[in-house]
């Protein structure tokens, strides 16, 4: 069983930083596909940006260019820093790891994780 534990939420106004971070732990750590969703209560849950076990990314239209996915595998962790954020990037944040390399071509509609952390959240205000 692989656990997974999301830290690094909080109260910002439009323009700050937030660093999100994730520690995935509870077998023989290997690369795996790693991501961070989003949910608002009532709602799909929503892809944010993946990174691959090889290191490549991909992210979701709405945060290119302000949001960077990165890993550390040598703690295994899992970090979003997040740049100028936007009211509408409020929202419950979660971590998610697959236990394929490989992330799902539809990541971004929710597909291919198999573990979950507990959520953290992200509040932006105007």
């Known amino acids: 069983q692989l656990q997974v534990e999301e830290s690094g939420g909080g109260s910002v106004q439009t323009g700050e930083s937030l660093r999100l971070s994730c520690i995935v732990s509870?077998?023989?750590?290997?690369?795996?596909?790693l991501g961070w969703f989003r949910q608002t209560t009532g709602q799909p849950r929503k892809g944010v940006a993946v990174t691959n076990g090889d290191g490549s990314v991909d992210y979701a239209e709405s945060v290119k260019g302000r949001f960077t996915i990165s890993r550390d595998d040598a703690k295994h962790t899992l970090y979003l820093q997040m740049n100028d954020l936007k009211p509408e990037d409020t929202d419950t944040y979660y971590c998610?790891?697959?236990?394929?390399?490989?992330?799902?071509?539809?990541?971004?509609?929710?597909?291919?994780?198999?573990?979950w952390g507990q959520g953290t959240q992200v509040t932006v205000s105007p």
């Open positions: 509870g077998f023989t750590y290997r690369p795996t596909c």
């Open positions: 998610a790891a697959a236990l394929s390399p490989k992330c799902h071509p539809r990541w971004a509609d929710d597909y291919g994780m198999d573990y």
